[in-house]
């Protein structure tokens, strides 16, 4: 089953550290979203991309985020100097392309800070 | 400013009859609209969408009707079974030259009873 896969599953780092979240597009797929979604809130939009370049960063923290799709391997959302506020589960799409696509996301990475 | 609401938090519906989720926009600019469901620890599932040029797209058990005039949208669930009780989000998004981000909203917890 090649769907969108999303690791680590879950995440603990302390405040201060660095999370690395990684993300690996369903088969065929060029087109990367990211989400984040607090408790009890709905998904909001963070970043999108397609390979080597970003293409809509407008929900991303302007500090501490960034995002990344290399020519190989997955995308990777970095959170550098994490504080309490980041606990949250972060949610990865991916879709063939971006006109009237339904995305399909992955199973998210929980990440939780101490 | 939620662009995307859902009204609705919570609703409770007996196995074997009708489970009806509204959704609400105020963004003109969006034309394609999906709902997805969600089970705990997972990522979310497509579950079917509709282009603003149509008024109802219909799939096994669900139909999805939209209200332009309204900014409305409903997703109709028949006959609701218990393994259908997960929380559903609607979202939205424009065809732009940025991308097709999803804008989500707060989700609504169906709970079917056997």
């Known amino acids: 089953n090649a769907g969108v896969m999303q690791n680590p599953r879950h995440l603990v780092r302390r405040r201060g550290q660095e999370a690395r979240l990684r993300c690996s597009p369903m088969?065929?797929?060029?087109?990367v979203y990211w989400y984040r979604q607090l408790p009890e809130e709905g998904l909001k939009f963070m970043v999108y991309?397609?390979?080597?370049?970003?293409?809509?960063e407008s929900g991303m923290p302007k500090e501490r985020f960034s995002a990344e799709f290399p020519k190989e391997g997955p995308s990777i959302l970095r959170i550098q100097q994490v504080v309490r506020g980041d606990s949250a589960a972060y949610f990865c799409a991916s879709s063939p392309k971006f006109v009237h696509q339904p995305q399909h996301f992955g199973d998210g990475t929980r990440l939780s800070i101490l | 400013d939620q662009q995307v609401k859902q009204n609705s938090p919570s609703l409770s519906v007996q196995e074997g009859r009708i489970s009806i989720l509204n959704c609400d926009y105020t963004n003109s600019m969006f034309d394609y609209f999906l709902w997805y469901k969600k089970y705990p620890a997972e990522g979310p599932t497509f579950l079917i969408s509709i282009s603003s040029i149509k008024d109802k797209n219909e799939d096994g058990r669900f139909t999805v009707f939209l209200n332009k005039s309204a900014k409305h949208l409903s997703l109709h669930i028949v006959p609701s079974q218990p393994g259908d009780s997960a929380v559903y989000f609607c979202?939205?998004?424009?065809?732009?030259?940025?991308?097709?981000?999803?804008?989500f909203g707060g989700g609504t917890r169906l709970m079917v009873k056997p």
């Open positions: 991309l397609q390979k080597e370049n970003i293409i809509d």
């Open positions: 979202a939205a998004s424009s065809n732009n030259n940025a991308g097709n981000m999803l804008t």
């Open positions: 088969k065929g797929h060029s087109h």
